[in-house]
């Protein structure tokens, strides 16, 4: 996690519709003359926020503890993500103050919840309706699942050809045969449609355009990481 961007969520795949093209400030993806100039994002958007893992906590951490249905108690959530992981805009902001500068930080996540919160994520065709995540209560959803699944005789080839068999345009895998366990956590279950999907929060910044955010960018960022 590194800084602003994308949502990625997987059954076998809920793809964020239009996510990253924003709608606070920035122009109209439709307007036939944005892509003629740039453009540039507002001193609070969060384009601006911090990058490196400690944002990427930051941000991690705020998804993890709200209800996404209930914007009352977004900002408490937002105070105790910043008072965990502290962030420094380092760009002048201090000339206002400490004070202005978490003013200015806590705008940048109001609006990152807002939009993502908002933004509908489509299944694939025939699959389950098209979900925005602030429709999502919490009894529907699990934060943080822990797995410690067996995995004997587990090889590189085998993963390889199950990945791709199951349409996964990653990279080769390579790593010694596994007889052992998996063990990690999972950012977010959720239950959608009657079936039960997987999203991974990532945050990385691929630049300040609406297009740097377009599908083709976000399949390359998931490739490469």
Not at 31 to 46: C, E, F, N, S
Not at 162 to 181: E, I, K, M, S, T
Not at 185 to 190: N, P, Q, R, S
Request: net charge negative; proline share 8%.
């Amino acid at each position: 996690p590194e800084a602003p961007g994308a949502v990625a969520a997987d059954d076998r795949g809920v793809a964020p519709e239009g996510v990253g093209m924003p709608e606070h400030g920035g122009h109209d993806a439709r307007d036939p003359q944005a892509g003629l100039r740039p453009w540039v994002p507002a001193a609070d958007d969060v384009l601006r926020f911090p990058r490196g893992p400690s944002a990427g906590d930051c941000m991690h951490a705020l998804f993890e503890a709200i209800d996404f249905t209930d914007p009352a108690g977004w900002d408490a959530a937002i105070d105790a993500a910043l008072a965990t992981h502290p962030q420094t805009l380092g760009d002048g902001a201090a000339a206002g103050g400490r004070g202005a500068e978490q003013a200015r930080l806590r705008r940048m996540l109001r609006g990152l919840l807002e939009d993502v919160l908002a933004t509908p994520l489509r299944a694939a065709e025939g699959e389950a309706p098209a979900l925005r995540l602030g429709e999502l209560p919490r009894a529907r959803r699990l934060v943080e699942l822990g797995f410690h699944q067996p995995a004997p005789r587990l090889s590189a080839d085998q993963l390889n050809a199950w990945l791709a068999a199951q349409g996964y345009g990653v990279p080769r895998l390579a790593f010694a045969d596994l007889d052992g366990y998996l063990k990690g956590f999972i950012d977010l279950v959720f239950e959608h449609g009657g079936r039960f999907w997987v999203l991974d929060w990532k945050s990385n910044h691929l630049g300040d355009q609406p297009d740097d955010y377009a599908p083709v960018r976000l399949e390359l960022a998931m490739q490469a990481h």
